[in-house]
């Protein structure tokens, strides 16, 4: 059994390396804690969801591709609202008021997602049954989360090239590093800033579409992988895409060998090395 | 703080008539709206307490809801397994000792960071408690929780009453009681040379150090403080409520206890206690009229936030401070 547990540590560490990426491009940048983005998460979920089920018909697996888009696309817009009406007033004003009005968005998008979809549970499963699965060292297992990973693997390296060749990607790199100096050397802030917060908005949606088929979609569906990717931003250290990396890699195999072998303290085994590291290093592993 | 400082000028006469209103409040109101008021009561004793570290030593915890857990479980576990201890001269330090422990234990973690980091470090070792409670459920009952039955007191039963009658008869008193006395220590604590220090941690780090201020250990003695101040509530809510569930170790709850804190306004002294009345009737009135309770609190916050960052307190004290010296308004 151990290459599955193997394989299912690194499907977690997929999917909650998709979600700390958006969550630690914003810290990142902005450096601004959003609490909202499990909401994201739920809402391109929730619209994945609701878009497989209205071509579910005589389907093939390439409904994927819309589900994928629209969740994607409705999050980014939810973000992108979100960053011009709430977040932009509060550039100037304290942590507390930022974080705050972050915790109130994600009251209301919680409603908001009960008022679009309903209270009920939305069932997507039509990709994952249909990719069906494959023989991996005599095991069966889904070949839609080799799909999640490997899709998360091409965002992942298509986020590291942006950030590291594109003249956009220095530039955000370059606020994250030191604000001031490239507010004084001329680099649009604000516009950067909402830039970010859409691109960490659409990678949520993104994730959540990608998540979808495997899960049903429920109301409160971003709270747990919330948590998750705050543990992953934590031990990896604020603004660092290595850290989410590394750090995501850790939480999804602790958490599949601890369901595997010590379901009760899964998650309290999670916190229990995050505290570890952070007395040990307390800036996170690749934090500044 | 000037502003403050004119407007609790009266200060003792408002004091008498809010004590003497609570303690005729069983008489005025409903048994319902008693109740409620009593959630409220519990709450602004934790609001004190987490006020010391957002309001006067500028550390936003997104965990307290940890150690009103623990004083809450503290209490329902004592009286799972040890019916014997159940009285509530023994039960009320049993709650402030385990809030102490484990606000101490987590508090060494999170106070060596400041801001956003403290934030998330305080809310995931919150969710901690909240993963042991939901899973260890043969010692917590897990999701479903603990029942607290009505304690004892010196040997005195109030076993023959029904909870109502117990909450509008003693336990309210006892309440009332409760708070005055941590309003009041509280009070000393802001006002003694600690507090100060912690303000000028607050308003400036590096210089406080410098001037020989310990500034961790400081931030520490605050968290503690305040963690127990969270437990006292959590304990005394345990009774109004009568069934603790692992929900108020969840960072929702902790969230909550911030909002009340800044609805009411954390830049005065009683500002969170005010918040915290208010939230309780808001919540309860908000889920009573409609399905999207949370789109109406939330966009309250959100209100508050960008309208009124003083919260209620600090627009009224703001207000009198107008009234009073109308020549500023005039120069301004």
């Given at each position: 059994?151990?290459?599955?547990?193997?394989?299912?540590?690194?499907?977690?560490?997929?999917?909650?390396?998709?979600?700390?990426?958006?969550?630690?491009?914003?810290?990142?940048?902005?450096?601004?804690?959003?609490?909202?983005?499990?909401?994201?998460?739920?809402?391109?979920?929730?619209?994945?969801?609701?878009?497989?089920?209205?071509?579910?018909?005589?389907?093939?697996?390439?409904?994927?591709?819309?589900?994928?888009?629209?969740?994607?696309?409705?999050?980014?817009?939810?973000?992108?609202?979100?960053?011009?009406?709430?977040?932009?007033?509060?550039?100037?004003?304290?942590?507390?008021?930022?974080?705050?009005?972050?915790?109130?968005?994600?009251?209301?998008?919680?409603?908001?997602?009960?008022?679009?979809w309903g209270g009920e549970a939305i069932y997507a499963s039509t990709p994952f049954v249909l990719l069906g699965r494959v023989n991996i060292l005599g095991n069966p297992y889904p070949a839609y989360f080799l799909l999640v990973m490997l899709l998360a693997l091409v965002v992942g390296v298509l986020i590291w090239l942006f950030m590291a060749k594109t003249r956009i990607g220095v530039m955000l790199r370059a606020i994250s590093?030191?604000?001031?100096?490239?507010?004084?050397?001329?680099?649009?802030?604000?516009?950067?800033?909402?830039?970010?917060?859409?691109?960490?908005?659409?990678?949520?949606?993104?994730?959540?579409?990608l998540v979808v088929p495997t899960t049903p979609a429920l109301l409160g569906f971003g709270?747990?992988?919330?948590?998750?990717?705050?543990?992953?931003?934590?031990?990896?250290?604020?603004?660092?895409?290595?850290?989410?990396?590394?750090?995501?890699?850790?939480?999804?195999?602790?958490?599949?060998?601890g369901i595997a072998f010590f379901p009760e303290i899964e998650l309290a085994?999670?916190?229990?090395?995050?505290?570890?590291?952070?007395?040990?290093?307390?800036?996170?592993l690749f934090g500044r | 703080m000037a502003q403050l400082k004119s407007f609790v000028r009266p200060g003792l006469i408002i004091y008498l008539v809010v004590i003497s209103g609570f303690l005729f409040l069983p008489r005025i109101v409903s048994t319902f709206n008693l109740i409620l008021f009593q959630y409220g009561i519990t709450f602004a004793i934790v609001a004190l307490g987490f006020n010391l570290l957002l309001g006067y030593t500028g550390l936003l915890s997104f965990g307290h809801g940890a150690y009103f857990a623990a004083g809450a479980y503290g209490v329902a576990m004592t009286a799972k397994y040890f019916p014997d201890l159940f009285s509530l001269e023994i039960l009320i330090p049993i709650a402030l000792l385990i809030s102490f422990l484990i606000s101490a234990i987590f508090g060494f973690v999170c106070v060596r960071h400041t801001k956003i980091f403290f934030a998330i470090l305080a809310l995931a070792l919150s969710m901690l408690l909240?993963?042991?409670?939901?899973?260890?459920?043969?010692?917590?009952?897990g999701s479903d929780g603990l029942y607290v039955k009505i304690p004892m007191l010196f040997g005195h039963t109030f076993a023959n009453m029904r909870r109502p009658q117990f909450l509008s008869g003693f336990?309210?008193?006892?309440?009332?009681?409760?708070f005055f006395a941590a309003y009041i220590v509280m009070k000393c604590i802001v006002n003694s040379p600690f507090g100060k220090a912690l303000q000028a941690i607050r308003d400036n780090e590096v210089r406080a150090e410098l001037i020989g201020i310990r500034v961790r250990r400081y931030r520490l003695y605050a968290f503690i403080i305040s963690g127990m101040y969270s437990g006292l509530?959590?304990?005394?809510?345990?009774?109004?409520?009568?069934?603790?569930?692992?929900?108020?170790?969840?960072?929702?709850?902790?969230?909550?206890?911030?909002?009340?804190t800044l609805l009411g306004g954390f830049g005065v002294f009683a500002g969170p206690v005010v918040g915290a009345l208010i939230f309780n009737f808001l919540k309860l009135y908000a889920m009573g009229s409609t399905e999207y309770w949370m789109f109406i609190i939330g966009a309250t916050l959100i209100i508050i936030v960008l309208v009124l960052p003083g919260g209620v307190a600090g627009g009224l004290a703001r207000l009198a401070s107008r009234i009073k010296q109308p020549s500023d308004k005039g120069a301004a």
């Open positions: 059994m151990w290459p599955i547990y193997i394989l299912n540590g690194l499907y977690f560490a997929a999917f909650i390396f998709l979600i700390s990426l958006g969550l630690n491009i914003i810290l990142g940048v902005m450096g601004l804690l959003n609490l909202a983005h499990g909401s994201l998460y739920a809402i391109g979920a929730f619209m994945a969801a609701w878009t497989i089920t209205r071509l579910a018909e005589g389907a093939s697996i390439f409904i994927l591709l819309p589900a994928l888009l629209t969740g994607t696309a409705l999050a980014a817009l939810f973000g992108l609202f979100m960053e011009y009406f709430l977040i932009r007033p509060m550039y100037k004003r304290a942590l507390e008021y930022q974080l705050l009005i972050t915790f109130g968005a994600l009251m209301l998008f919680e409603d908001v997602i009960k008022m679009i590093l030191d604000r001031e100096m490239a507010t004084a050397m001329g680099l649009k802030i604000n516009r950067l800033g909402t830039f970010s917060f859409v691109l960490g908005a659409a990678l949520a949606g993104f994730s959540g579409a709270m747990e992988p919330l948590i998750l990717a705050f543990i992953v931003v934590v031990m990896g250290g604020l603004g660092s895409l290595k850290g989410a990396l590394i750090g995501s890699l850790v939480v999804g195999q602790t958490r599949s060998l085994v999670m916190f229990l090395i995050a505290a570890a590291i952070l007395v040990a290093k307390p800036e996170g | 909240y993963a042991l409670l939901f899973k260890f459920y043969h010692l917590t009952g336990y309210h008193y006892f309440l009332v009681g409760m509530g959590g304990a005394l809510w345990g009774f109004v409520n009568g069934h603790v569930t692992p929900d108020v170790s969840h960072w929702i709850f902790s969230g909550e206890l911030v909002y009340m």
